[in-house]
T-cell receptor
């Protein structure tokens, strides 16, 4: 069965620090990849997604992610975080075929201190 | 547009009680989903509805039933609540169930079963 691993459960950074959150999935076929964010007290919203093409995808609010097929990874990056980036981040995977059933990672809680 | 709405926002039940969580979307989406979110486990799919008139089990369907009342509404029912069902429940919708569509999430229902 598909699974998604996010090894960093809690990350604490100071403003202006660089961010990289890890995401690895276990599936040998073609997948579509997503990063969702949940700000405190709010619902999940899409940060970015990868379906095909350029493995470096850019999302909202300055976030980007790189798909490395050989490593089964889709890490999320931001060069300089802000206090407003404090949130929980979820990586999710779905198969490229059939009905979309997202499989989510366990999430990473990011706290950015001012 | 309100997007995806859920009622109630909070609910406390006693073991054995029943209740229905309501979800509605105003985006004319075809597909709808119910997830539960538990600490350290991310989001897990309970049931989904690919289109009006169809429902299917997800990863963790036991103890739940769903009804796709019409294109807008998708309800989740707990017939006999158990403490293991204490969780935050999210409803989501997407334009279609293929893998290129973003899922839009509601604000969640926080359920406690005593």
């Amino acid at each position: 069965a598909q699974s998604v691993s996010q090894h960093n459960h809690h990350v604490i950074l100071s403003e202006a620090a660089s961010l990289e959150l890890g995401c690895n999935y276990s599936y040998g076929g073609t997948v579509n990849l997503f990063w969702y964010v949940q700000y405190p007290g709010q619902h999940l919203q899409l940060l970015l997604k990868y379906f095909s093409g350029d493995p470096l995808v850019k999302g909202i609010k300055g976030f980007e992610a790189e798909f490395i097929k050989s490593k089964f990874s889709f890490n999320l990056r931001k060069p300089s975080v802000q206090w407003s980036d404090t949130a929980e981040y979820f990586c999710a995977v779905t198969l490229n075929t059939g009905f979309q059933k997202l499989v989510f990672g366990t999430g990473t809680r990011l706290l950015v201190s001012p | 547009n309100a997007g995806v709405t859920q009622t109630p926002k909070f609910q406390v039940l006693k073991t054995g009680q029943s209740m229905t969580l309501q979800c509605a979307q105003d985006m004319n989406h075809n597909s709808m989903y119910w997830y539960r979110q538990d600490p350290g486990m991310g989001l897990r799919l309970i049931y989904y509805s690919a289109s009006e008139g169809t429902t299917d089990k997800g990863e963790v369907p036991n103890g739940y039933n769903v009804s796709r009342l019409n294109k807008r509404e998708f309800s989740l029912r707990l017939e006999s609540a158990a403490p293991s069902q204490t969780s935050v429940y999210f409803c989501a919708s997407s334009e279609a169930g293929d893998n290129y569509n973003e899922q839009f999430f509601g604000p969640g229902t926080r359920l406690t079963v005593l």
